[in-house]
């Protein structure tokens, strides 16, 4: 369907980084961009720079943060690792109980309980 826009079918996330023609007396609201892509949060969004080195009063864009080496995460692209798996349990019959199930019900003293 032609300019057709489903919504929240992956989450209402997505949402922000659609791009739909808008009235020409309306702002966009849910839509903005950081660092790593699209930030939506529900309609408003704020994104606030905190970090050391910044003067009180100094209002002008310090740039993205740098994150230090090793601490942001990526998509692997190597070969995935083996699935590590727990052995078998050993089986030995001389210390293996054995019991009896059986499923309550109408013949139960108990009631279905």
């Not at 032609?2 to 023609?21: H, K, N, R, S, V």
């Not at 590590?84 to 054995?98: C, G, M, V, W």
């Amino acid at each position: 369907v032609p300019d057709y826009m489903p919504m929240g079918t992956a989450g209402m996330a997505d949402m922000g980084e659609m791009e739909m023609p808008l009235p020409d007396n309306t702002l966009p609201m849910i839509t903005g961009f950081a660092q790593f892509g699209a930030v939506e949060m529900g309609g408003m969004f704020s994104v606030v720079k905190v970090r050391e080195g910044l003067a009180s009063g100094d209002y002008k864009d310090p740039g993205w943060f740098k994150h230090p080496e090793g601490t942001v995460a990526f998509e692997w692209k190597g070969e995935p690792k083996k699935a590590e798996r727990a052995p078998s349990p050993k089986f030995d019959k001389t210390k293996t109980a054995e019991f009896n199930v059986v499923k309550p019900g109408v013949k139960s003293p108990h009631n279905n309980h």
